[in-house]
């Protein structure tokens, strides 16, 4: 077995060597450079991770770790047209780099990348692939619209945000470890346990980073700490906050301040008096143990659980 | 065997009973309205037209064919973003209705939706639908790129003009064609030669639309007599006139007319010094020989390919 680390040099070396068609370079382009701008993948390592508790041969999983890669990627490249966002990994966007419309196509044929790669899978596993990787896509482009109707809507509720968050990050967390299950030969109780371990894993993920975003230590978190609240983004905190508080500070809450930096020390006081970050934890510790269960209930040897809870617990870093 | 009123009855009875999740209804709510407008079902009917060369059952090809018109569909809601275009079929495009992120998502889960009918496919053939329908959606993607790309070039050749539409039209209706087969149970051969009987008539078919575009009758033709004429379009014609004409028509053809109907006669009348209708029709005739030559390469009974020549010639309607 390979530790994650080792996991994830595999999916390191594997990426430049994918192979586009050169023509036309302005749609295979955007692909190369999204692809090669890293990030930790986390998802293509967790397809080899869950399949190599079943077998040796943990190549049998590649192409599924890169078409869930290009299919992560191509979400990325699509998201950052729609929120307008200028950079990803402190890069250039791929639509600020080559326009909106390349964007959008570009996209478009990473999609079709994802399902040849699919498609190489061994044939007897081939259908329960399709099903588990159309079914996860779906539920990201669904995470992905709740999102979006989320910014305009004042009645999101915590419920909701639950179920946008689960759908947006949390499914492909689950599809990416079901998927390396079934072409490494899991059965399927074992393959939905370990389902539901990414699934739950994704949820808790997102709660942390809702609590980061306040809490977090400027030098370790990656992102402008008090973004969320700048933005009055309806996160976890901000709707159990706005649940609770009174309508004087519903308006310290919703309402815009010239510093900004004020309005991040005003809202935490806020969250601080209210016991936010506590229930926000709560909850998130609720996932985590969900997650843990799974693995528990997972009917392999014990000792080959050790990578996946290094993995969590790698995902899942405490701000001290 | 049915005819292809019947096929085209078959799809447009299949379409409305689509099911969709209820929600987010703005993510499904595009599907329906695209997928309702309506449109000829060329290339759903094409799938099972090619299916029922070889099989009785014809519904075996239904989901393939649900699945290319889904994709088809696809591709329209992606490209009136980008082509700006506020209308399809008489009716608002899907991101005037719904906006441009909406209609980019929507798109998204279009494609799965593709997926998820070609999935349902006898798994004895389904790696070979996957290939030959990943093949061709990723061959339409760069149609579209070279089509975005031609209009800022100025030095497009006419063999880059053939390829594009080559891949842009006609390697749907190809795939369509095969996919059928596949299905179907033809082997190899069969489905190579209905491939290429789709693929030229999608060239010929694309040809004879810059054709109709100059010389067509306004009460028939769907667009504005000379459209691309004024758009400045690069096709077949134009291409084939800028390579002649002197610095002066040069001049006509690329300038702009402030009275647009001045423009189009004294364009058309170009072309009529050049002889470049008769230009576009001889190179629309050879594509249509090569796919009829397919049709009689194609080792089935000669009464089972009466269809095919009737859909040939419904696709292509010439205006006397």
């Not at 530790?3 to 302005?26: D, V």
Request: glycine share 6%; net charge negative.
């Amino acid at each position: 077995m390979h530790n994650p680390t080792e996991l994830q040099k595999i999916i390191e070396q594997a990426i430049p060597k994918l192979a586009y068609p050169a023509q036309p370079a302005n749609l295979y382009e955007p692909i190369k450079y999204i692809m090669s701008l890293g990030g930790k993948r986390i998802r293509p390592v967790m397809v080899l991770m869950a399949a190599e508790l079943f077998t040796d041969e943990v190549t049998k999983a590649l192409d599924v770790a890169l078409a869930i890669e290009t299919f992560h990627n191509f979400t990325l490249v699509h998201d950052d047209i729609m929120d307008n966002a200028p950079l990803r990994r402190g890069k250039q966007t791929v639509h600020e780099k080559w326009g909106v419309n390349n964007a959008i196509l570009s996209g478009d044929v990473m999609m079709v990348e994802s399902n040849k790669h699919l498609s190489k899978v061994d044939v007897n596993v081939l259908k329960p692939v399709l099903d588990t990787f159309n079914q996860t896509a779906q539920g990201v482009c669904e995470g992905q619209q709740l999102d979006m109707e989320f910014e305009t809507r004042d009645d999101v509720s915590i419920e909701e945000y639950l179920e946008m968050i689960r759908l947006k990050t949390a499914v492909l967390l689950g599809g990416a470890m079901k998927l390396g299950a079934i072409v490494g030969g899991a059965d399927d109780k074992n393959a939905a346990l370990l389902y539901e371990f990414g699934e739950n894993l994704g949820v808790a993920f997102q709660l942390q980073d809702d609590i980061l975003d306040v809490y977090g230590d400027p030098e370790k978190f990656g992102k402008q700490v008090g973004g969320d609240i700048i933005a009055n983004k309806k996160t976890f905190l901000h709707l159990n906050a706005k649940a609770l508080i009174n309508a004087e500070e519903t308006d310290i809450l919703l309402g815009e301040h010239e510093n900004t930096s004020n309005k991040v020390k005003a809202v935490t006081l806020l969250y601080n008096n209210y016991g936010i970050k506590e229930l926000a934890n709560t909850k998130m510790e609720q996932y985590l143990a969900k997650a843990y269960q799974a693995l528990d209930d997972l009917v392999i040897a014990e000792n080959r659980k050790t990578n996946l809870r290094e993995l969590a617990q790698q995902i899942m870093v405490r701000e001290s």
